[in-house]
């Protein structure tokens, strides 16, 4: 069996190692160049995205990414500005689901490392073969032909509208700031939340924080788990993630000293959509995952690994001839499509 990733992104590339491992053959292809876009500071790694990381990739990148998140995260912290300093002024007992919070770039470096990737081919469409065989197009004129085909290719996903045209992204019009803060220049709140995420509810606005410290630096968890990492993914600090509406309005001093003190490469707008549900389709050797047919808020990154994860076993499946091709997909997706909460997801 051969497959075909269109998208480099955490649920693509999770797939792909997936199957590398199963000993299926897999072709990535990325529009974007080997650096590509800024797709969020950080991500909270919940169980879902922990049991698809553990169940497709190697040991080494298991452990190179559980040396390099932060602590526990089991409750969130409300704050507040008393007498020109902040305080916690709240707990909840826990957060959405519990986890650990990882470097998004990193991760993402992570997993691309030992797969051969197709850096700046554009997707254009595809077409189904008489044989049963699916053959994607793209940009610059070549063609590729595989068993499968998977949109991993996040919201504006060329697959989807070539394929589901009926699923349309609906723009709420709502916008949110994203950025990242070196953690020494922000020493009173360190201390204060620990590796919890915090709230803060400005007049007018509110304010999410969150402080990574990795596990282990990174230069020294490569060191010992994973070499063929590249030296630049691992040039990192501790830091504060942080994340507002946009346009925020005027802050308090203590956190309008910490939007001014971000590193600017990590400071990004984002603007919210949604993909609403639709009626289940026929399996077919094209199939979609993550971003590319639902979003969540908060959670995305942990749906495209679960999705991938699952399509991955589907596919093993289907590979031993345990299962039909068709019937292996198509059991994925009802899984896929039954157990994702109602959509709306941050993008650029």
């Known amino acids: 069996m051969k497959v075909i990733v269109i998208g480099a992104g955490l649920g693509g590339l999770t797939l792909a190692q997936g199957l590398r491992r199963a000993g299926i053959d897999v072709a990535v292809y990325e529009r974007d160049g080997a650096r590509g876009r800024t797709q969020g500071v950080s991500l909270h790694v919940d169980d879902r995205g922990t049991a698809a990381l553990q169940g497709c990739l190697p040991s080494a990148h298991v452990a190179m990414i559980d040396a390099t998140m932060g602590g526990p995260r089991e409750q969130t912290l409300s704050l507040s500005e008393v007498d020109g300093s902040l305080a916690v002024v709240g707990v909840e007992p826990s957060v959405a689901?519990?986890?650990?919070?990882?470097?998004?770039?990193?991760?993402?470096?992570?997993?691309?490392?030992?797969?051969?990737?197709?850096?700046?081919?554009?997707?254009?469409?595809?077409?189904?073969?008489?044989?049963?065989?699916?053959?994607?197009?793209?940009?610059?004129?070549?063609?590729?032909?595989?068993?499968?085909?998977?949109?991993?290719?996040?919201?504006?996903?060329?697959?989807?509208?070539?394929?589901?045209?009926?699923?349309?992204?609906?723009d709420t019009g709502r916008r949110m700031l994203m950025g990242a803060t070196a953690l020494r220049l922000t020493p009173e709140l360190p201390d204060l939340i620990g590796d919890n995420p915090a709230v803060a509810r400005i007049p007018d606005t509110t304010m999410v924080v969150a402080a990574l410290r990795f596990t282990s630096p990174p230069t020294v968890a490569r060191q010992r788990f994973l070499p063929a990492l590249p030296h630049s993914a691992v040039a990192l600090d501790d830091y504060l993630m942080w994340a507002l509406p946009s346009p925020a309005g005027d802050l308090p001093r203590a956190f309008q000293r910490i939007v001014d003190k971000a590193w600017p490469e990590m400071t990004s707008?984002?603007?919210?959509?949604?993909?609403?549900?639709?009626?289940?389709?026929?399996?077919?050797?094209?199939?979609?995952?993550?971003?590319?047919?639902?979003?969540?808020?908060?959670?995305?990154?942990?749906?495209?690994?679960?999705?991938?994860?699952?399509?991955?076993?589907?596919?093993a499946e289907a590979d031993r001839g345990q299962l039909p091709l068709?019937?292996?997909?198509?059991?994925?997706?009802?899984t896929m499509r039954t157990s994702v909460p109602v959509p709306a997801k941050a993008r650029r």
């Open 97 to 170: 689901r519990p986890g650990r919070q990882a470097h998004r770039p990193l991760l993402r470096a992570i997993l691309l490392t030992g797969l051969e990737v197709r850096f700046g081919t554009e997707f254009t469409r595809f077409e189904q073969l008489p044989d049963g065989l699916v053959r994607a197009w793209f940009a610059d004129g070549s063609t590729d032909t595989a068993d499968v085909l998977v949109g991993a290719d996040g919201i504006g996903s060329a697959v989807r509208r070539q394929y589901l045209p009926q699923a349309q992204v609906i």
């Open 326 to 334: 068709l019937d292996a997909i198509g059991s994925y997706e009802d």
């Open 269 to 315: 707008e984002l603007r919210t959509g949604t993909i609403p549900p639709i009626p289940a389709w026929p399996a077919s050797p094209v199939t979609v995952l993550g971003d590319a047919i639902h979003l969540a808020p908060g959670f995305g990154g942990n749906l495209a690994m679960r999705d991938a994860h699952r399509l991955c076993l589907a596919l």
